[in-house]
């Protein structure tokens, strides 16, 4: 059966639309309240993008994530309190103001040389802070989308617990082995980036708007 790797990730909304994006382990029909799409294939990854249509202006709208007819979101039995909760679409009133909320540093784990210094209990980034702020805040509170100002990863400087492609590769690759190269290991860098709790939560609840900076782009 397929798994869901990554997502859902709430992208595009507006008074009676949204578009959410998954990633999945094998091809697959995607369900998200309703409708329905077919993950499509690049270089062996699988993603879908589910138009969700209907939506009052204004509501909110709770969610889960069927693969081929099996739930996959959320994850029963989590030990991070959010994602036992049902994720909420919420349909932009017409006319309304917007709040948004920036988000400019990296979602991933810390590099190497970049450590990040927390104190015990606290966030680590300002994302995972503004997540766990909206946890115990009301749904009206909330920002209407994120804006995510780029380096969400770090291509030429990994984290200690990226496990890129660097198995993968030939013996003769000349590619660097210490930063990320090809669409693989990006992809992989981008789960790492997503994945954790917190932020996985905040990604799938909020609408997101992104654009990449100089650290995630390099050249070869």
């Keep these: 059966m397929p798994s869901l790797l990554?997502?859902?990730i709430?992208?595009?909304v507006s008074e009676s639309e949204a578009t959410v994006w998954v990633e999945t382990s094998a091809p697959c029909e995607v369900a998200v309240a309703g409708a329905t799409a077919r993950t499509f294939e690049v270089e062996g990854h699988h993603y879908a993008v589910v138009h969700v249509v209907?939506?009052?202006p204004g509501s909110e709208h709770l969610y889960g994530v069927e693969l081929d007819g099996e739930r996959r979101w959320p994850e029963p039995g989590s030990d991070f309190p959010l994602v036992r909760y049902e994720r909420q679409e919420r349909a932009v009133p017409s006319g309304s103001p917007s709040v948004l909320a920036e988000c400019p540093y990296r979602m991933s784990p810390p590099s190497r040389?970049?450590?990040?210094?927390?104190?015990a209990g606290t966030a680590s980034t300002r994302s995972e802070a503004l997540a766990l702020r909206m946890a115990k805040s009301p749904p009206e509170t909330w920002p209407d989308a994120l804006l995510m100002l780029g380096d969400q990863i770090y291509a030429d400087d990994l984290s200690p617990g990226y496990e890129g492609g660097d198995c993968s590769r030939e013996d003769t690759d000349p590619s660097p082995k210490d930063e990320?190269?090809?669409?693989?290991e990006f992809a992989?860098?981008?789960r790492?980036?997503?994945s954790e709790p917190a932020i996985r939560w905040l990604l799938s609840t909020v609408p997101t708007l992104m654009v990449f900076d100089d650290h995630e782009i390099h050249a070869e």
């Design 180 to 184: 990320v190269y090809g669409f693989s």
């Design 113 to 119: 040389s970049r450590p990040r210094k927390t104190r």
């Design 192 to 194: 790492e980036a997503w």
């Design 10 to 12: 709430l992208r595009y």
């Design 6 to 8: 990554l997502g859902p």
């Design 54 to 56: 209907g939506l009052e």
């Design 188 to 190: 992989l860098a981008y």
